[in-house]
């Protein structure tokens, strides 16, 4: 089978009956970052037609060994012109078939595929004796999106018109996961003047919830900003899906790096060895990317709980042999990485998750993992004085209005993208983006302790 291109639409036109060939489009919130090619039909969606349709699942495969699978997605567009008003919803047609396909644009072929369902397959016979044939018919209908040929039969696919005019449907045409390869500066961590902590419970908790505030920490070349994950964000689903969502948290990252350009977005390994006062060494895995630092504890969500509340010992997923032994045992560690990236630091803000224990709108390891970080600047004599700290609303304002304003708001839905893309390329089953891609663009701070020193050096 054969796909033409479609993709999240920037302008909504016509209906199906007067709608163009498929335009090609390209959107980048910066040009310091990969621009993502897309193509779209307006006022249609990818949602299936009611039945009946054919039983028979049609799929295409990729044609070239390194070709990335595209993503469709519909783009509805709410009663405002705004941009932010737009909510894309991406979709995994993944089926049982092995057809091949080629991808058609406005600009020639793509040697991409895309799965997809008989619900999309148009009321139009066509005979042909070639693939070229088959092709030009689905090139004269304005509705056609896709062919496949089989026995020289040409079915044709389209997606599903939308009356209210006011969704495109569409697809990217090319990976989306590829950081800019510069000649810019690594970050040295010894330049740092300031250092800001956001300590968050899963991989994506500081994207959500903190963008607006980190995009101006990560803009200042001499402030290092440390991310922290306290838990795998494993939901049970074991060492696949927290690798999933480690690689995404760097790709969002590099994109914020690429875009104010002064570093280098490539990312850096390294373990952090964090002694603790029974014997133990926890082996903690960073990665650096411009002057960005992610600290995975890697600790699994239930395992995490069990540590918090002093119930068992559990052991990191990436480091099985060396259990944290409890509560006390997280605050050693999470102490030792806080002196240890703020040594020598005069300013130093640490940003974390609201804990109040009676709120039952939120997660309650974001509860846990706002309330481990507060024990542990208000336990530490010099810290508690020194250290501005914020407390942020998580999943209480995640439907709230958006409050962040350009260029911050087209950042974060591009970092969003590039996160998704990571996470389907590790599981092609999720399409991460269509889960939160409706709470994005909003930051909402619930409280601020002012430090009433002014140097923490």
Same mark, same amino acid.
């Given at each position: 089978?054969?796909?033409?291109?479609?993709?999240?639409?920037?302008?909504?036109?016509?209906?199906?009956?007067?709608?163009?060939?498929?335009?090609?489009?390209?959107?980048?919130?910066?040009?310091?970052?990969?621009?993502?090619?897309?193509?779209?039909?307006?006022?249609?969606?990818?949602?299936?037609?009611?039945?009946?349709?054919?039983?028979?699942?049609?799929?295409?495969?990729?044609?070239?060994? !390194?070709?990335?699978?595209?993503?469709?997605?519909?783009?509805?567009?709410?009663?405002?012109?705004?941009?932010?008003?737009?909510?894309?919803?991406?979709? +995994?047609?993944?089926?049982?078939?092995?057809?091949?396909?080629?991808?058609?644009?406005?600009?020639?072929?793509?040697?991409?595929?895309?799965? /997809?369902?008989?619900?999309?397959?148009?009321?139009?016979?066509?005979? $042909?004796?070639?693939?070229?044939?088959?092709?030009?018919?689905?090139?004269?209908?304005?509705?056609?999106?896709?062919?496949?040929?089989?026995?020289?039969?040409? !079915?044709?696919?389209?997606?599903?018109?939308?009356?209210?005019?006011?969704?495109?449907?569409?697809?990217?045409?090319?990976?989306?996961?590829?950081?800019?390869?510069?000649?810019?500066?690594?970050?040295?961590?010894?330049?740092?003047?300031?250092?800001?902590?956001?300590?968050?419970?899963?991989?994506? +908790?500081?994207?959500?919830?903190?963008?607006? /505030?980190?995009?101006?920490?990560?803009?200042?070349?001499?402030?290092?900003? $440390?991310?922290?994950?306290?838990?795998?964000?494993?939901?049970?689903?074991?060492?696949?899906?927290?690798?999933?969502?480690?690689?995404?948290?760097?790709?969002?990252?590099?994109?914020?790096?690429?875009?104010?350009?002064?570093?280098?977005?490539?990312?850096?390994? +390294?373990?952090?060895?964090?002694?603790?006062?029974?014997?133990?060494?926890?082996?903690?895995?960073?990665?650096?990317?411009?002057?960005?630092?992610?600290?995975?504890?890697?600790? !699994?969500?239930?395992?995490?709980?069990?540590?918090?509340?002093?119930?068992?010992?559990?052991?990191?997923?990436? +480091?099985?042999?060396?259990?944290?032994?409890?509560?006390? !045992?997280?605050?050693?560690?999470?102490?030792?990485?806080?002196?240890?990236?703020?040594?020598?630091?005069?300013?130093?803000?640490?940003?974390?998750? /609201?804990?109040?224990?009676?709120?039952?709108?939120? =997660?309650?390891?974001?509860?846990?993992?706002?309330?481990? $970080?507060?024990?542990?600047?208000?336990? =530490?004599?010099?810290?508690?004085?020194?250290?501005?700290?914020?407390?942020?609303?998580?999943?209480?304002?995640?439907?709230?209005?958006?409050?962040?304003?350009?260029?911050? $708001?087209?950042?974060?839905?591009?970092?969003?993208?590039?996160?998704?893309?990571?996470?389907?390329? =590790?599981?092609?089953?999720?399409?991460?983006?269509?889960?939160?891609?409706?709470?994005?663009?909003?930051?909402?701070?619930?409280?601020?302790?002012?430090?009433?020193?002014?140097?923490?050096?």
């Amino acid at each position: 089978m054969t796909f033409r291109a479609v993709v999240l639409a920037l302008a909504c036109g016509g209906g199906l009956s007067q709608a163009l060939s498929p335009l090609l489009a390209s959107y980048s919130p910066d040009v310091r970052v990969p621009s993502l090619q897309y193509s779209y039909i307006p006022n249609a969606n990818w949602f299936h037609r009611p039945p009946p349709y054919p039983s028979d699942p049609v799929t295409t495969s990729i044609r070239e060994p !390194d070709a990335s699978t595209s993503l469709p997605f519909t783009t509805f567009r709410r009663r405002t012109n705004a941009p932010r008003s737009r909510v894309p919803t991406a979709h +995994d047609f993944s089926s049982a078939s092995n057809n091949y396909a080629i991808l058609l644009a406005p600009d020639g072929e793509f040697p991409w595929s895309q799965p /997809m369902l008989p619900a999309f397959r148009l009321a139009i016979a066509v005979t $042909v004796f070639d693939l070229d044939a088959c092709a030009r018919a689905c090139q004269r209908e304005l509705a056609c999106v896709a062919y496949h040929l089989s026995d020289n039969n040409c !079915d044709l696919y389209g997606p599903t018109a939308n009356p209210l005019e006011n969704s495109i449907a569409g697809w990217i045409n090319q990976p989306m996961n590829k950081a800019i390869k510069s000649t810019l500066p690594s970050f040295d961590p010894r330049s740092a003047t300031r250092v800001h902590f956001y300590i968050v419970a899963h991989e994506d +908790d500081n994207i959500l919830f903190m963008a607006n /505030m980190y995009h101006w920490s990560i803009r200042e070349p001499e402030t290092k900003v $440390v991310f922290i994950f306290a838990t795998a964000g494993d939901a049970s689903l074991g060492n696949p899906w927290r690798e999933a969502r480690e690689a995404g948290a760097i790709a969002a990252s590099q994109v914020w790096v690429e875009h104010f350009g002064q570093f280098s977005a490539e990312p850096a390994f +390294d373990t952090v060895q964090v002694p603790t006062l029974n014997g133990t060494t926890h082996k903690i895995r960073t990665v650096a990317v411009g002057n960005i630092v992610h600290y995975f504890f890697s600790i !699994d969500e239930i395992g995490f709980d069990a540590v918090n509340t002093d119930r068992n010992a559990v052991a990191p997923m990436d +480091d099985p042999t060396v259990p944290y032994s409890g509560r006390n !045992d997280l605050k050693e560690t999470l102490t030792f990485v806080l002196a240890h990236e703020s040594n020598g630091i005069e300013s130093v803000e640490v940003n974390t998750q /609201m804990f109040n224990s009676t709120d039952a709108d939120d =997660h309650k390891l974001h509860r846990a993992t706002g309330q481990l $970080v507060y024990d542990v600047v208000n336990d =530490h004599p010099e810290w508690r004085s020194c250290m501005t700290r914020r407390f942020y609303y998580d999943y209480q304002r995640w439907l709230a209005l958006v409050n962040m304003e350009s260029p911050v $708001v087209e950042v974060q839905r591009y970092a969003w993208m590039r996160l998704s893309q990571a996470i389907y390329n =590790h599981n092609a089953s999720v399409v991460f983006w269509s889960q939160h891609a409706m709470n994005l663009g909003r930051t909402y701070i619930d409280r601020v302790d002012y430090p009433s020193e002014r140097s923490c050096s």
